[in-house]
């Protein structure tokens, strides 16, 4: 039986945070104490009857599934047709609570999302102890979908702002609201300052056991799925990298948490969650503002090794300050290393192990690597719900698998404190011989044929529209030219993507060069006058050249 792992967490905010991808304001009705108190309109959810979710959690037969957090409750409801309307010299403001008893945490979904340029949505409960937004035009998607992070509480307001002089009408369509039911809020009765429920053996990402994979961990990321059978879950996932080094926001996860999805269009509702972590090694008694991203579609999955490949519908932020992880095909047991997730939903944690992975059989044949956790100075990391998906990391901070399950757990014998991870070499291109059965495709754009490659972020590629200050390996010439452009090379022990841009970031042509070549050529014969950049991208660095057209 695949044990699937959700996420599950506490918020307890003691100041407003600002998470989702949203320009920097502030609602009109927090400067101006006097238009909030005209809100009137209130729509009442009523509390969902949670008899099959009860059922569910308390059946055996389901500890090795999903952990579900809540629920999502058809509502249809145009938000513009229920919400109260103000009239202010600079523009109109809407105004909507939404109340719903015993809610831990609310969201909405929206199946008609369009704001225009100017246009604010606010989202926020009622003591402004969380704020998201300002959403703006930058959050308007092809699919018209959008989505929020959960916002603690039993109310929330939304708060939509327009100038005068926007004549364009919004659209907000209340299609869904998200009612948490357990794993939000902070219950003193727990007597513990840790956030979610993650077991007290786990340690904290920024604990000296990861000082080795400071940039593995800023790719690894929570997410919040919107489940085909009307609830909400939790899984983990990481950024990784491709052969075009374009930052292509591929989110690699585990098959299993997305099992039940009846539709491919519940990714645009997906929410994920970047650096939900500690500052350092303890805990501490505030919780960490995470930055959030929404929606995505599918690229590619496989039962047998238990992987998911999706890609975001938008590009990561540089200020969410992401990393593009590293990986291995290498069917070689790798001898060290660790695991980066949100176990239970909590803060970024990790797992060490330093004996050499097994390989393991769950059914489809050596589908899977065996991890086997060990003691550290800190403490005993090991995985939980919300772990799944999560990746497996060797010792040069590459993903070598993604995690399925397994039965480790703080009160585990330490011969169960064991993981299966399935392996990133099966996933490559062993799971089917299509594009969506496979990471190859998507990983290897390029098809250099590579077994291993690096990370990125935004700081180690260079800007095609400035040449680069860090070394060159290459020489041009001639330069000025208008025909044949000759290329001398560094050795170059992989092959290098060549592009060619205009001086308005435009590229005009690709083409690769093999490794191991000292020379190149390219016929500019037909180009206009004018600066050009040529950028190089090879595994290991990229840099680029200036070319002047005569």
Known sequence: ????????????????????????????????????????????????????????????????????????????????????????????????????????????????????????????????????????SINNHESKSFATEMVVGEEIIIEYFQPKEITQRAEIQLSDIGYAYRDFGYDITKFSDEFGASGSCNVNVNCPEGNNYRNAQRGVVRILMRMGDGSSGWCTGSLVNNTSRDLTPYVLSAAHCVEDMVSSYYYNYFVFYFNYESSGCTTGNIEPTPNTMTGASFKAAGTASDFLLLQLNQNVPTTYNAYWNAWSISTSASTSGVSIHHPSGDIKKISTYNTALQTANLGYGSTHWLAKWVQTQTNYGITEKGSSGCPLFNAQSQIVGTLTGGTSACNAT????????????????????????????????????????????????SNPLVESQSQSYSLIYPNPTNENLNISLSKLE?????????????????????????THSLNIKGFKSGNYILKFVSQDKAWTNKLIVQ
Not at 494 to 518: F, H, V, W
């Open 1 to 136: 039986m695949i044990r699937i792992f959700t996420l599950s967490f506490m918020l307890f905010l003691s100041m407003v945070s600002i998470a989702q991808i949203s320009i920097e304001g502030e609602p009109k009705t927090f400067s101006n104490k006097n238009i909030g108190v005209l809100l009137t309109a209130t729509l009442e959810i009523e509390e969902p009857d949670l008899t099959k979710e009860i059922e569910y959690n308390n059946n055996p037969d389901n500890f090795y599934k999903v952990r579900k957090f809540g629920v999502i409750i058809p509502v249809n409801v145009d938000f513009f047709d229920k919400a109260d309307k103000i009239e202010l010299k600079e523009g109109s403001l809407w105004l909507l609570k939404i109340r719903s008893n015993n809610a831990k945490a609310l969201n909405i979904y929206s199946n008609n999302f369009y704001i225009p340029k100017g246009g604010e949505l606010y989202i926020y409960n009622s003591d402004h102890s969380q704020l998201i937004g300002a959403f703006t």
């Open 414 to 461: 330490i011969g169960n404190r064991v993981d299966y991870y399935g392996k990133f070499s099966y996933s490559w291109a062993s799971n089917g011989t299509t594009d969506n059965k496979m990471l190859k495709p998507w990983l290897d754009p390029l098809n250099l044929g590579v077994t291993t490659f690096r990370g990125d972020d935004y700081t180690t590629l």
């Open 494 to 518: 992989s092959p290098t993507q060549l592009e060619l841009y205009d001086e308005l970031g435009r590229m005009l042509m690709k083409d690769i060069i093999p490794a191991n070549t000292s």
